[in-house]
Antibody, heavy 118, light 112 residues
């Protein structure tokens, strides 16, 4: 059974970079697609992007050039970097695995809250 | 980007009551491959979102059959036939036909 776990700093200062790790067990990240999704205070959800089994990426244009998703296949981990953060990037960040049959991300980590504040 | 308009924002129900949530898209969600990638998620308090229904009407494994989805094109509905206490939380529709994938604003299901 696939399991995903996010980790990283819970507090980031404005203008700095947010860096999170998703550690995956029970499934190789060299298969399928692996994404990042965030939930803002309140209910708003945003799909941020994904990295594919081959290492190609797709990002939400709303994040422009601030986002980067990379991976370390030897550790079965993938990463999120979001640059030049503001208080509006305060959110719970989830990593997730795509389900080809469903056409959506069916397996999620528990999420990690990142607060952007000075 | 595709805008999903989800209504109502809040739903109050008694146990056993049947309820429906609407999700309307700003453009057709029919993909060129013939599939319609409209999904429904439930986020219970303190939990990550859980996939309930995918491809408009297909029940994810392990999801009770009191949940059902219907619709086509731009209009979709999630129905719960007999609300149970474990169904409380926030429901989202989300489309994965057109990038960037987008979510509805959510519907909070509460006990009356």
């Amino acid at each position: 059974e696939v399991q995903l776990q996010e980790s990283g700093p819970g507090l980031v200062k404005p203008s700095q970079s947010l860096s999170l790790t998703c550690s995956v067990t029970g499934y190789s990240i060299t298969s399928n697609y692996w994404g990042w999704i965030r939930k803002f205070p309140g209910n708003k959800m945003e799909w941020m992007g994904y990295i594919s089994y081959s290492g190609s990426t797709s990002y939400n244009p709303s994040l422009k050039s601030r986002i980067s998703i990379t991976r370390d296949t030897s550790k079965n981990q993938f990463f999120l970097q979001l640059n030049s953060v503001t208080t509006e990037d305060t959110a719970t960040y989830y990593c997730a695995r795509y389900s080809r049959g469903a056409g959506w991300f069916a397996y999620w980590g528990q999420g990690t809250l990142v607060t952007v504040s000075s | 980007d595709v805008v999903l308009t989800q209504t109502p924002p809040t739903l109050s129900a008694t146990i056993g009551q049947s309820v429906s949530i609407s999700c309307r898209s700003s453009q057709s969600l029919l993909h060129s491959n013939g599939n319609t990638y409209l999904n429904w998620l439930l986020q219970r308090p303190g939990q990550p979102p859980q996939l309930l229904i995918y491809l408009v009407s297909r029940l994810e494994s392990g999801v009770p059959n009191r949940f059902s989805g219907s619709g086509s094109g731009t209009d979709f509905t999630l129905k719960i036939s007999g609300v149970e206490a474990e169904d409380l939380g926030v429901y989202y529709c989300v489309q994965s036909t057109h990038a960037p994938y987008t979510f509805g604003a959510g519907t909070k299901l509460e006990l009356k």
